[in-house]
Nanobody
Framework: QVHLMESGGGMVQPGGSLRLSCTDS????????IGWFRQAPGKDRQLIACMKFTDATTKYTDSVKYRFTISRDAMKNTVYLQMNSLKPEDTATYYCATDLYYGCAENVFPRFWGQGTQVTVSS
């Protein structure tokens, strides 16, 4: 059973940083990748960062590349999203998601999701 929970959101000024965490409190994970998604009001949910565990490869959408970093602590069943140089347009609810067959493909929405954590970037 997968039980994902995000934390670490909040309000930050432009240029600031936040680190989001996604912890799976379920049983030993059998999935091989996790994605970070975000959804702003009135917009579609989009994949912004993803990590494949088998070879630790990562991918980022262009708007967050070089500002956001996805990483993993396998011992803690936790995946992180370090967000630097935050911009007002990064304001959104951030979700982590996965399932057994997820492999970071575009326009694929995994089966299991956390409840989301709100990030607001505003002066």
């Amino acid at each position: 059973q997968v039980h994902l929970m995000e934390s670490g959101g909040g309000m930050v000024q432009p240029g600031g940083s936040l680190r989001l965490s996604c912890t799976d409190s379920g049983s030993t994970p059998e999935y091989h990748a996790i994605g970070w998604f975000r959804q702003a009001p009135g917009k579609d949910r989009q994949l912004i960062a993803c990590m494949k565990f088998t070879d630790a490869t990562t991918k980022y959408t262009d708007s967050v590349k070089y500002r956001f970093t996805i990483s993993r602590d396998a011992m803690k069943n936790t995946v992180y999203l370090q967000m630097n140089s935050l911009k007002p347009e990064d304001t959104a609810t951030y979700y982590c998601a996965t399932d057994l067959y997820y492999g970071c493909a575009e326009n694929v929405f995994p089966r299991f999701w956390g409840q989301g954590t709100q990030v607001t970037v505003s002066s």
